[in-house]
């Protein structure tokens, strides 16, 4: 009977770790790009400019918030809070593409760069305009499912230089499961591993004890 227990703990235990590691593993994937996630913020980065990036679709969702994954196509909304003073100070432009580029979550500048007609695959864009408020807030109605990039360019305060970010996102491809939920899921699964691993020793002790 303890042979039985100690099996089927290594067994939840390699399952449970494979499942997390699988799990950290897509969240990396997905946090690729310009976006970061630290805790349950979704961080872009510009460079060396910061901001808080959600998404919202208000008719569908309410106030649920979303990074990279958006649940369905509609009316979206989408918020930069600068954390980077300097941000507010410069010209910050927003573009949404087709991904045409077929790197999917590993895209990067320089494929954006190799676009030859970059207006041709725009569903939205978002000229170069400075938020003294430090806020972006952009709207725009998705009709259409699939992959798409987003472009954010940012000035330097004192040059002519352009800074770019880039990012991946799915419209339609069910709920982000990047946001808390990946989080309380993973936490849940080392609890698990946790106790197993306490059952273990247990029974291991109660069997050198006879």
Do not use: W
């Amino acid at each position: 009977m303890v042979l039985e227990i100690q099996k089927l703990g290594k067994l939840l235990y390699s399952t449970l770790l494979n499942a997390v590691l699988a799990v950290l593993t897509s969240f990396s994937v997905v946090a690729g790009g310009g976006l970061v996630l630290e805790g349950d913020v979704c961080i872009i980065r510009i460079d060396f400019y910061s901001a808080h990036f959600t998404a919202y679709q208000p008719d569908s969702s309410g106030n649920e918030q979303f990074c990279q994954q958006l649940p369905g196509t509609g009316a979206t909304i989408f918020v930069l809070d600068y954390l980077h003073q300097s941000l507010k100070e410069v010209p910050v432009s927003f573009r949404i593409i087709h991904d045409v580029t077929g790197q999917g979550s590993y895209v990067k500048l320089k494929h954006i760069e190799e676009i030859e007609d970059i207006e041709q695959h725009t569903v939205f864009y978002q000229s170069p305009v400075i938020r003294p408020d430090a806020s972006l807030k952009i709207e725009h109605d998705f009709a259409e499912e699939g992959t798409y990039i987003g472009i954010v360019t940012a000035g330097h305060p004192s040059s002519d230089t352009i800074y770019t970010a880039v990012f991946p996102f799915e419209v339609g491809g069910g709920y982000d499961f990047s946001l808390p939920l990946v989080l309380l899921l993973a936490a849940f699964a080392l609890f698990l591993i946790r106790r197993v691993s306490v059952t273990r020793k247990a029974a291991t002790r109660q069997q050198e004890t006879r």
